[in-house]
Structure formats: C-alpha cells, structure tokens
C-alpha cells in the first residue's frame, strides 16, 4: 500500500515538473492586450489643504502570466 502512495506521489511531481517546463518554453503571442489604470487614494499631509489624492498608474497584460508584477510608476500627490 505504502509504495502504491509512493509511485502516486513521484508521478504527480513528475507532471507538475513538466507542465512548468513546457509553460517556460512557450513564448506568449505577441499581441496580447495591454490595459493600464490609474488608483486614486486620499493622503493627508501637514499643509493646507491636509487632504489631498495620490494616484499611482499601473499596466497589466491580460495572459496566463506567472511572473511577478511591479509597478512602473511612482505615486504622484496632487491638491484636491
């Protein structure tokens, strides 16, 4: 029974392994859609008007990506 689980086991790693590998040879198409948005959040401050909005842009292209995201723009403050 306990090499039943074994074999099981070693053969779901050997899938996983070669899904990942098969999903890092792949290049994505070319043109894929990009979006960009814009996140409008309230900061206060020590000046008058003590309230005012940042926004921070930010892309994303819409595939099966795995990889981590960063942002490309920093935060810019404007008076409300």
């Known amino acids: ?21 098969r999903a890092r040879q792949e290049e994505p198409p070319a043109d894929l859609p990009v979006f ?5 959040f309230h900061t206060i401050i020590d000046k008058s008007p003590f309230l005012i909005e940042s926004t921070t842009t930010f892309t994303w292209t819409q595939s ?17």
């Open 1 to 21: 029974m306990q090499l039943k689980s074994l074999i099981f086991v070693a053969l779901n790693v050997l899938a996983v392994v070669a899904l990942d590998l």
């Open 36 to 40: 960009t948005g814009k996140r409008v």
């Open 64 to 80: 099966a990506s795995i990889s981590a995201t960063e942002s490309v723009v920093s935060p810019t403050p404007t008076a409300a």
